[in-house]
């Protein structure tokens, strides 16, 4: 049976998308960061798909103390990892750091998976065709890699946060690909569209739901929001495809930033350095 893990999968996308892929007879690792809100999850996940193969673990991707313990924890459990699926994400209107410092967008979305996906890369390469699927936005084309300033100290703003660290995960994915292409692991990107479970702002509030309100038109389902990402995570038509940022299942354009080489392995280089690799 293969093995699949994905982050953030107790709700909207990362819980559909657990559900899809345990359908399509997979083995899901679902990876949450509080253990209360999993549980539930799991539950849930469990009833909908009448399956036994779901194991709950914890991780919070804003320590890099929780990401090595959970790596360890989950190399005791199994011995190879089909599918990596980096779906966890935050988006916070106030500047928050992490456990380590790290201003929240670039800590969680951007470094926190960067370190798992190293950690877990002899797993992926012990799988008969391993991949890695990362979920990016087209919140990318906002963003600017400022090596500076890469925390916001000198001003914030959520949408350039979280621009930022999805225009991150897409250079990640490249210069990922650019490593593994000698290999049986291949390294994609996905832009889910608007999902209406994760914007980053309170429904219960009146501004919340006047957003919501206004955008409901655009949002895609979690499900839609999902599709690709169960595609490049399964099917064979993209097998041996890597490097690559996709949106409803078809190969897709990226800003010219993100198709910087020379600024993927400078992030790259950089990141090694916050996480200790």
Same mark, same amino acid.
């Given at each position: 049976?293969?093995?699949? =893990?994905?982050?953030?999968?107790? @709700?909207?996308?990362?819980?559909?998308?657990?559900?899809?892929?345990?359908? *399509?007879?997979?083995?899901?690792?679902?990876?949450?960061?509080?253990?209360?809100?999993?549980?539930?999850?799991?539950?849930?996940?469990?009833? *909908?798909?009448?399956?036994?193969?779901?194991?709950?673990?914890?991780?919070?991707?804003? @320590?890099?103390?929780?990401?090595?313990?959970?790596?360890?924890?989950?190399?005791?459990?199994?011995?190879?990892?089909?599918?990596? $699926?980096?779906?966890?994400?935050?988006?916070?209107?106030?500047?928050?750091?992490?456990?380590?410092?790290?201003?929240?967008?670039?800590?969680?979305?951007?470094?926190?998976?960067? =370190?798992?996906?190293?950690?877990?890369?002899?797993?992926?390469?012990?799988?008969? *065709?391993?991949?890695?699927?990362?979920?990016?936005?087209?919140?990318?084309?906002?963003?600017?890699?400022?090596?500076?300033?890469?925390?916001? !100290?000198?001003?914030?703003?959520?949408?350039?946060?979280?621009?930022?660290?999805?225009?991150?995960? $897409?250079?990640?994915?490249?210069? =990922?690909?650019?490593?593994?292409?000698?290999?049986?692991?291949?390294?994609?990107?996905?832009?889910?569209?608007?999902?209406?479970?994760? $914007?980053?702002?309170?429904?219960?509030? !009146?501004?919340?739901?006047?957003?919501?309100?206004?955008?409901?038109?655009?949002? *895609?389902?979690?499900?839609?929001?999902?599709?690709?990402?169960?595609?490049?995570?399964? @099917?064979?038509?993209?097998?041996?495809?890597?490097?690559?940022?996709?949106?409803?299942?078809?190969?897709?354009?990226?800003? !010219?930033?993100?198709?910087? !080489?020379?600024?993927?392995?400078?992030?790259?280089?950089?990141?090694?350095?916050?996480?200790g690799l």
């Amino acid at each position: 049976m293969k093995t699949a =893990l994905v982050t953030g999968a107790n @709700s909207g996308m990362g819980l559909t998308t657990t559900i899809e892929l345990v359908k *399509q007879g997979y083995h899901v690792v679902m990876v949450c960061r509080n253990t209360r809100r999993g549980k539930v999850a799991w539950i849930s996940a469990k009833e *909908q798909t009448r399956s036994e193969e779901l194991t709950l673990m914890q991780c919070d991707l804003g @320590s890099i103390e929780s990401i090595r313990n959970f790596a360890e924890e989950f190399k005791k459990k199994f011995s190879k990892l089909d599918v990596l $699926i980096n779906n966890a994400g935050v988006v916070s209107l106030k500047r928050r750091l992490t456990d380590d410092r790290f201003e929240s967008h670039l800590g969680v979305n951007h470094l926190g998976h960067f =370190l798992l996906t190293n950690l877990l890369l002899d797993e992926l390469k012990a799988a008969e *065709q391993g991949r890695v699927v990362t979920v990016s936005s087209g919140a990318h084309k906002w963003g600017k890699i400022d090596f500076d300033d890469p925390y916001f !100290e000198k001003g914030y703003n959520v949408a350039r946060a979280y621009g930022r660290s999805k225009l991150a995960n $897409i250079l990640f994915t490249k210069a =990922l690909a650019k490593r593994l292409e000698d290999t049986n692991v291949t390294s994609n990107a996905v832009h889910p569209g608007a999902v209406s479970t994760n $914007i980053g702002v309170d429904r219960k509030t !009146e501004f919340g739901k006047g957003v919501h309100k206004v955008l409901k038109p655009f949002f *895609q389902s979690p499900e839609e929001g999902a599709a690709t990402t169960v595609y490049l995570a399964t @099917s064979p038509e993209v097998e041996g495809v890597t490097g690559k940022y996709f949106y409803k299942m078809k190969e897709f354009a990226v800003s !010219e930033e993100a198709d910087n !080489e020379w600024l993927a392995e400078e992030l790259w280089g950089w990141s090694e350095e916050r996480v200790g690799l």
